[in-house]
């Protein structure tokens, strides 16, 4: 039983500051880690992929793999009210590419103006 | 660009009813996932399909069945609803073509009410 672990917040961080979310996965041999972006009654909207251990960079947008301790992260720079919303963290296994994306809870992140 | 087009966007029905949803996959997509996603709950991975074969299955209740279609359109059939059954339903598209990562774009979505 794959299972993604979220801090389900909320988390509330001043505009212009850098958030940090985190995730942890308990299957070892996942393959591929993506951050979804989902506001109240709309669809989820990937931010980020990552499939090898290290940094990702995106515009104000960073990803974080650490497959050894099974944990990823997503940090959002410069903070904007817009990103007000919440942050899903999905994983997918070492399946065939068609596999289904098992997602964690989501953080919800408030960024007061 | 072009995304996801699922419909219908809103449905009621009753319970022991049926319900078709329709899924149309981003252009040169060839992978189509469905997802269930209930009031304050993540989304939960239903089934999926590559070039109109089953590829995965999640948690798909029995009452429900999909296929997808020449054309990559998949459609879900929900039959014998429950009020439970109640969710919004995603549908997701990927390419599995080389040069192509796999990643999941998501449709707008259909809310399903049960009465």
């Known amino acids: 039983q794959k299972e993604v672990e979220q801090n389900s917040g909320p988390l509330s961080v001043p505009e212009g500051a850098i958030a940090s979310l985190n995730c942890t996965y308990s299957d070892r041999v996942s393959q591929s880690f993506f951050w979804y972006r989902q506001y109240s009654g709309k669809s989820p909207e990937l931010i980020m992929s990552i499939y090898s251990n290290g940094d990702k960079e995106d515009g104000r947008f960073t990803a974080q793999l650490n497959k050894a301790s099974q944990y990823v992260s997503l940090l959002i720079r410069d903070s904007q009210p817009s990103d007000s919303a919440t942050y899903l963290c999905?994983?997918?296994?070492?399946?065939?590419?068609?596999?289904?994306?098992?997602f964690g809870k989501g953080t919800h992140l408030i960024i007061q103006p | 660009a072009a995304g996801v087009i699922q419909s219908p966007r809103h449905l009621i029905k009753e319970k022991r009813e049926t319900a078709t949803l329709k899924c149309y996959p981003i252009?040169?997509?060839?992978?189509v996932y469905w997802y269930q996603q209930g009031p304050g709950q993540d989304p939960q991975f239903l089934i999926s399909f590559y070039e109109k074969m089953q590829s995965d299955k999640g948690s798909i209740p029995d009452r429900f069945s999909a296929q997808q279609f020449s054309d990559y359109h998949s459609e879900l059939n929900m039959s014998s609803l429950e009020l439970g059954d109640s969710a919004l339903y995603f549908c997701?598209?990927?390419?599995?073509?080389?040069?192509?990562?796999?990643?999941?774009?998501f449709g707008p979505g259909t809310r399903l009410t049960v009465t």
């Open positions: 252009p040169r997509h060839d992978t």
């Open positions: 999905a994983v997918k296994g070492s399946g065939g590419g068609a596999d289904g994306l098992t």
């Open positions: 997701a598209s990927s390419a599995q073509i080389a040069g192509y990562n796999n990643e999941q774009y």
